[in-house]
């Protein structure tokens, strides 16, 4: 009884390949996957997720996903065609600011700014240099860059800059004290002082000066 029960294990090992056999019993010759066979080493693409590419194994079907490499910031027209992984750019433009423009295309993202999305994908931009205003109360008007004079030129009286005069014109401060603002012509001089050149009589007081104004 016990020599054929060796007979039958002997039997039993060669059967599966020798004293291996139960590892190699395990091991698939072919994988099954899009409604298809492969065998051993062949490489697939899985139907329902066109990013999965699989190898069939002994082991079995072994899958890594693709990646997909980012679209560039300023594609301006995304496709993604059935049984493709990735997406594709199918048109470019430039960015500027989180905006996207077409190639050739001009445009002016502010006021003092008149851009051109050049050919090669890069926005480049003329930015207006604005001259001092010759005022010290100049204004920005919507739409426009630079800013303006509403109430013409002029500076302040004197350095505490609570009082503004007009330029142009002498204006007495008091009865003493004559000063003048330039006329808005005095580029040199607007662009380094802001407050009017005054001259005070000598030998004079506010209370006894006559009224020149």
Same mark, same amino acid.
């Given at each position: 009884?016990?020599?054929?029960?060796?007979?039958?294990?002997?039997?039993?090992?060669?059967?599966?390949?020798?004293?291996?056999?139960?590892?190699?019993?395990?091991?698939?010759?072919?994988?099954?996957?899009?409604?298809?066979?492969?065998?051993?080493?062949?490489? *697939?693409?899985?139907?329902?997720?066109?990013? &999965?590419?699989?190898? !069939?194994? =002994?082991?079995?079907?072994? %899958?890594?996903?693709?990646? @997909?490499?980012?679209?560039?910031? =300023?594609?301006?027209?995304? &496709? +993604? *065609?059935?049984?493709? !992984?990735?997406?594709? !750019?199918?048109?470019? #433009?430039?960015? +500027?600011?989180?905006?996207?423009?077409?190639? #050739?295309?001009?445009?002016?993202?502010?006021? !003092?700014?008149?851009?051109?999305?050049?050919?090669?994908?890069?926005?480049?931009?003329?930015? =207006?240099?604005? =001259?001092?205003?010759? @005022?010290?109360?100049?204004?920005?008007?919507?739409?426009?860059?630079?800013?303006?004079?509403?109430?013409?030129?002029?500076?302040?009286?004197?350095?505490?800059? &609570?009082?503004?005069?007009?330029? #142009?014109?002498?204006?007495?401060?008091?009865?003493?004290?004559? @000063?003048?603002?330039?006329?808005?012509?005095?580029?040199?001089?607007?662009?380094?002082?802001?407050?009017?050149? %005054?001259?005070?009589?000598?030998? %004079? &007081?506010?209370?006894?000066?006559?009224?020149?104004?």
């Amino acid at each position: 009884m016990r020599e054929s029960r060796l007979v039958a294990l002997s039997l039993c090992l060669l059967l599966l390949g020798g004293p291996g056999g139960w590892a190699l019993a395990s091991q698939a010759s072919s994988c099954e996957a899009n409604g298809s066979v492969y065998y051993v080493g062949e490489w *697939y693409l899985l139907d329902s997720d066109p990013c &999965s590419q699989c190898e !069939c194994t =002994a082991e079995g079907a072994a %899958c890594a996903r693709t990646e @997909c490499p980012a679209l560039p910031p =300023a594609c301006m027209h995304v &496709s +993604h *065609y059935p049984g493709d !992984c990735c997406p594709r !750019c199918e048109k470019i #433009g430039c960015e +500027h600011r989180g905006e996207v423009y077409e190639l #050739g295309q001009h445009f002016q993202p502010s006021e !003092c700014e008149q851009c051109t999305c050049e050919l090669d994908g890069i926005a480049r931009c003329l930015v =207006a240099d604005c =001259a001092p205003p010759p @005022c010290v109360n100049a204004m920005y008007m919507t739409g426009e860059c630079c800013p303006k004079c509403i109430q013409g030129p002029n500076c302040y009286a004197d350095a505490s800059q &609570s009082q503004i005069i007009p330029g #142009g014109e002498y204006v007495w401060l008091d009865s003493c004290t004559k @000063c003048r603002c330039h006329d808005g012509q005095d580029v040199g001089y607007w662009e380094g002082n802001r407050v009017a050149k %005054c001259e005070t009589f000598q030998n %004079c &007081s506010p209370e006894e000066g006559a009224d020149n104004s």
